[in-house]
């Protein structure tokens, strides 16, 4: 069965940090790649999306993550976070060519200015 | 073009009464999605259906649960005889169909079940 792995539950930062938030997942075939993003009393947006090509995926709001195969790995970067940052970030995969996304469990992200 | 609306946003019952949750999917869109999030937790997927089907109910409990998708009108997942454990925030997605290699899906603002 597939799963997701979101190994930072709370995450405070100071505005202008460096930001990377891992995911793992586990799942031998071939899958596609999300982040979504919840600010407070909002639903959920996407933030970025990897189904193929550049394993690089730059997304909104200066967002990036990169997809790598070998360690099962899709981690959301961003080089400096704003107070308006401030939310909840999930990571969700699904296998290629099924509609079923998976969950991580999320990570809150606090930036203070 | 609106975005996936779920209502109500609030919903308070007491235990044994019936809940019953609308999700009417993004214009266009074939596919809806169910997910429940419980406080600490991330969202567990429940259902997916398409108009008049369900195509995957792995998600949903056994009993109590159940799911729609009409051909006219929104999807409903209703839940009879609540209890507390049922307590949560509830995420309706929608999709259209799916693209070669996948497809994104669109989430509504969610609906708080509180059972008291």
């Known amino acids: 069965a597939q799963s997701v792995s979101q190994h930072n539950h709370h995450v405070i930062l100071s505005e202008a940090a460096s930001l990377e938030l891992g995911c793992n997942y586990s799942?031998?075939?071939?899958?596609?790649l999300f982040w979504y993003v919840q600010y407070p009393g909002q639903h959920l947006q996407l933030l970025l999306k990897?189904?193929?090509?550049?394993?690089l995926v730059k997304g909104i709001k200066g967002f990036e993550a990169e997809f790598i195969k070998s360690k099962f790995s899709f981690n959301l970067r961003k080089p400096s976070v704003q107070w308006s940052d401030t939310a909840e970030y999930f990571c969700?995969?699904?296998?290629?060519?099924?509609?079923?996304?998976?969950f991580g469990t999320g990570t809150r992200l606090q930036v203070f200015p | 073009n609106a975005g996936v609306m779920q209502n109500p946003r609030h919903l308070v019952r007491r235990r044994g009464q019936e809940a019953r949750l609308r999700c009417s999917p993004m214009?266009?869109?074939?596919?809806v999605y169910w997910y429940r999030q419980l406080p600490e937790e991330g969202l567990k997927f429940m259902v997916y259906?398409?108009?008049?089907?369900?195509?995957?109910e792995s998600g949903m409990p056994k009993e109590r649960f159940s799911a729609e998708f009409p051909k006219e009108g929104p999807s409903i997942l209703r839940i009879q005889q609540v209890v507390r454990g049922d307590s949560a925030a509830y995420f309706c997605?929608?999709?259209?169909?799916?693209?070669?290699?996948?497809?994104?899906?669109?989430f509504g603002q969610g609906t708080r079940l509180t059972v008291v």
């Open positions: 997605a929608s999709s259209p169909i799916r693209e070669q290699g996948g497809t994104e899906a669109f």
């Open positions: 799942y031998g075939g071939t899958v596609n």
């Open positions: 990897y189904f193929s090509g550049d394993p």
């Open positions: 969700a995969v699904n296998a290629r060519n099924t509609d079923k996304l998976i």
């Open positions: 214009k266009g869109h074939s596919h």
């Open positions: 259906l398409q108009k008049e089907n369900i195509i995957d």
